[in-house]
């Protein structure tokens, strides 16, 4: 089975919970990836999960100027996934991240211009609202590249 499961663990305060629930599942750990803020994902390190660092536009909005910061601290943390608002996609930041083994996952647009630019570059995970929408988009994608 391929299939994996996506945690959006958006409190502190839920993490103990979270943990219960996915540690009692018969699902394998490789295939539970968790995202969070920092703060988050400091109760789910070294427990065997994919870690994606979720950076929001209040709290980082450098990033549209430099993303070394945000880079730094998923290579520092061992965070294998780097999740930010498609606003801060760019060649620089795909690029960046993939040299540290970093793969980089977008959100906050369903617009099919923007899931495209971010899959052109590089994007390794589109979080849509519409994901029926987002795969018929993308059905005949091996057939365009």
């Not at 703060?39 to 789910?44: D, F, H, I, K, Q």
Request: aromatic share 10%; charged share 25%; glycine share 6%.
């Amino acid at each position: 089975d391929k299939r994996h499961w996506v945690l959006d663990v958006k409190a502190d305060e839920i993490s103990d919970d979270v943990f219960a629930q996915i540690e009692q599942s018969t699902i394998p750990k490789e295939q539970i990836i968790i995202f969070g803020e920092h703060t988050v994902l400091e109760a789910y390190k070294g427990k065997g999960y994919r870690l994606g660092y979720t950076t929001l536009f209040s709290s980082h909005h450098s990033m549209l100027y430099s993303s070394s910061d945000v880079i730094r601290r998923c290579k520092d943390n061992s965070y294998d996934l780097l999740v930010v608002p498609v606003v801060f996609v760019t060649s620089h930041l795909v690029s960046s991240a993939r040299t540290h083994g970093i793969d980089v996952w977008s959100y906050d647009s369903n617009d099919p211009r923007d899931l495209e630019y971010c899959a052109d570059l590089g994007v390794k995970g589109l979080i849509v609202d519409t994901p029926k929408d987002a795969m018929s988009q993308f059905s005949d994608w091996g057939d365009r590249r």
